[in-house]
């Protein structure tokens, strides 16, 4: 069976980092992308980025540019996300989740995500 | 990047009610689009991949439909365990975009 889990929650100060992860089970790590999400209080899900596990490479979306770095470990099948410069506007609920690939019915492949952690609170404030 | 907008924002509903949520991309995305159901405080569960085809395990109450720019959720008579928020989000593009939900709560 297919598990993420996150690391606990976290109080941070403004202008602090705050490092978050995903520990995989259950399946090759490896054969899915992981994606980084956020939820701030009352809003939509926003895709932060993701990480190729194959290889490392990652796509940021542009508002985390410069803050963001996603790694992963493939000897412990974990994903890492860290955001810099952290102030109130980045307080939130953040997931990591698997981007799975399969086959649609009469339409070729797509991308879903299927799996997800459980959330991680990262709460900024003074 | 995609924009993608639900309606309505919110509804009011009672059991066993029949309930539409559209949503909309900004540009045509086939049909890379995807559902979640989500409760709070917890994170979302897929419901429909690939604008009409239904997650395993899914009531087949929740269907949908649409390809191109404007899609659908259904869910054709809706239970006490339904009342929660609904997101669309395009798998068109590798950054995907959600829809801003659409929140069902009790009549």
Redesign the interface.
Request: charge should be positive.
């Given at each position: 069976q297919v598990h993420l889990v996150q690391s606990g929650a976290e109080v941070k100060k403004p202008g602090a980092s705050v490092k978050v992860s995903c520990r995989t089970s259950g399946y090759p790590f490896t054969d899915y992308p992981i994606?980084w999400l956020r939820q701030a209080p009352g809003q939509?899900?926003?895709?932060m980025?993701?990480v190729n596990t194959v290889n490392g490479k990652v796509?940021i979306?542009q508002k985390f540019q410069g803050r963001l770095t996603m790694t992963r470990d493939t000897s412990t099948n974990t994903a890492y996300m860290v955001l810099t410069s952290l102030t109130s506007a980045d307080t939130a609920?953040y997931?990591c989740?698997r981007y799975y690939l399969?086959v649609?019915?009469g339409?070729g492949t797509?991308?879903?995500?299927?799996s997800?952690?459980?959330?991680t609170h990262v709460v900024v404030s003074s | 990047d995609i924009q993608m907008t639900q309606s309505p924002s919110s509804l009011s509903a009672s059991v066993g009610d029949r309930v539409t949520i559209t949503c909309r991309a900004s540009h045509r995305i086939?049909?890379?689009l995807?559902w979640?159901q989500?409760k709070p405080?917890?994170?979302?569960?897929?419901l429909i991949?690939?604008?009409s085809?239904l997650?395993s395990g899914v009531p087949s109450r929740f269907s949908g439909s649409g390809s191109g720019t404007d899609f659908t959720l259904t869910i054709s008579s809706l239970q006490p365990e339904d009342f929660a928020t609904y997101?669309c989000?395009q798998?068109s593009s590798?950054?995907?975009?959600?829809?801003?939900?659409t929140r069902v709560d009790i009549k």
């Open positions: 994606y939509r899900l926003e895709c980025g993701w796509e979306s609920l997931f989740a399969g649609v019915r339409k797509a991308n879903w995500f299927d997800w952690g459980q959330g | 086939n049909s890379y995807n979640y989500q405080g917890k994170a979302p569960t897929l991949y690939g604008a085809s997650q997101y989000q798998s590798t950054l995907i975009t959600f829809g801003q939900g």
